[in-house]
């Protein structure tokens, strides 16, 4: 096991690898000062001044991660009325009820033992652990554990800590699995939580995270997905980096289509753990594709600036002819598009959610644009629809046109494209 570096994160600008601690980082795209993404205002806050912070994103050129370079306070970025939920988009369910049974066959867990996940948002993930017959519990910080529990997924509302995993434990005993989706990342106290899981697990008991995949990202220009509570992103080889710190082995790993493109890192505890085939497979496969190396980190840079000028003169001449424009869906990195495109209500005037969202009523953050019932949309019928969950678009474009959606339909990413009805 190497000398661990210490992975607790203070609030502030961060001058090291999140990873290794190594200072030699170099810039890869710098998308100005933001508002933490999921601080979505209400009307009375639009008149008030809003935090902003930088956002850069950097690689460390010895372990491969690629990471922002400042840390927010996590209580501003997790706060008791943060308004996402796994539960409403069709296609994430599906993925995330399938976690349970995929893992569970995979490495035979029985049933009546215990799972937990780490922020277990409105317990999604862990009704499939539990349709499946194994003991769930999670653990959530925001008021969204109260849907968990009314739905019966009992949910501890805190944030995890070592601390917490101890009366975890003397509690409930020890977990046969472990999971972290679409979380792992975002976790500025990354010591004390992987510290929090070796507590937690049962001896070759399984961790499983989800996390977005670097490789991902820069294939398909996923600039929007850079966000403040995104702190890292994460290679296979840098986040075998980070199990070699601790009493864990990296024996597995899938991609996943989670979130636009993820990857399901499977580390059991203890070490020297059979190794599957897939980890050397996508080490080699980052290597051939020089994920380590300037070139596809410039290449990425270059389609981002032609990206954001597209769409921005897609909405531009679209309003200079007096013809209407919308958005679909506001997913966090809706804010780091509409922010770092200069894209305001005068050009975007609102932008749809579905009725149930709990952001219905709010305006994304820094650009002021208000969030409605899609109803909206199709009575009025706009020109273009800026597809802002255009990582899930296929599936959502199908739904819209069998309502009766007539607009062209456009997808900022990875390159500006426009469906026409």
């Given at each position: 096991m190497s000398e661990k570096p210490n992975h607790d994160l203070l609030p502030g600008h961060i001058e090291q690898c999140q990873i290794c601690a190594s200072k030699n980082l170099l810039p890869i795209i710098h998308l100005g000062h933001q508002p933490p993404c999921d601080s979505l205002l209400w009307p009375e806050q639009l008149k008030k001044s809003e935090s902003t912070y930088p956002l850069?994103?950097?690689?460390?050129?010895?372990c491969g991660l690629a990471q922002i370079d400042y840390a927010v306070d996590p209580a501003e970025l997790f706060f008791p009325?943060?308004?996402y939920r796994s539960g409403i988009t069709s296609t994430l369910v599906s993925n995330l009820r399938s976690t349970g049974p995929t893992i569970m066959d995979r490495y035979g867990l029985e049933k009546n033992t215990l799972a937990i996940d780490i922020?277990?948002?409105?317990g999604t993930l862990l009704s499939g652990f539990k349709d499946a017959g194994m003991r769930v519990l999670g653990v959530e910080p925001t008021n969204i554990a109260d849907i968990a529990n009314e739905n019966g997924i009992e949910t501890k509302q805190a944030f995890f800590t070592k601390e917490l995993a101890k009366d975890i434990a003397e509690e409930h005993g020890q977990a046969s699995v472990v999971t972290a989706a679409n979380m792992f990342a975002h976790v500025a106290q990354l010591g004390s939580l992987i510290q929090g899981v070796e507590v937690l697990l049962e001896e070759g008991g399984v961790f499983v995270t989800e996390s977005h995949y670097l490789v991902d990202l820069l294939e398909t220009v996923q600039y929007d997905s850079i966000y403040h509570e995104h702190l890292k992103y994460y290679s296979v080889g840098s986040i075998i980096k980070l199990f070699d710190y601790y009493d864990f082995t990296v024996v597995d790993v899938d991609r996943i289509s989670n979130y636009g493109g993820s990857i399901r890192v499977y580390a059991m505890k203890g070490k020297g753990h059979t190794v599957k085939e897939s980890v050397q497979n996508l080490l080699a496969d980052e290597e051939r594709m020089g994920l380590y190396d300037a070139p596809i980190y410039d290449e990425f840079v270059a389609k981002v600036q032609k990206s954001k000028l597209d769409l921005q003169k897609l909405v531009v001449d679209a309003n200079a002819r007096a013809e209407s424009v919308v958005g679909i869906g506001s997913p966090g990195r809706a804010s780091t598009l509409l922010n770092y495109c200069n894209i305001d209500p005068i050009l975007m005037p609102t932008i749809a959610e579905q009725s149930t969202s709990l952001k219905l009523g709010l305006s994304i953050p820094g650009v002021h644009i208000p969030i409605v019932d899609e109803a909206q949309m199709f009575e009025n019928q706009p020109d273009y629809a800026v597809m802002l969950s255009w990582h899930y678009w296929e599936p959502?474009?199908?739904?819209?046109?069998?309502k009766g959606l007539r607009s062209k339909i456009v997808l900022p990413l990875p390159e500006v494209t426009v469906l026409e009805p």
């Open positions: 850069n994103m950097v690689r460390c050129t010895d009325e943060y308004p922020g277990s948002n409105d959502i474009v199908e739904k819209l046109r069998a």
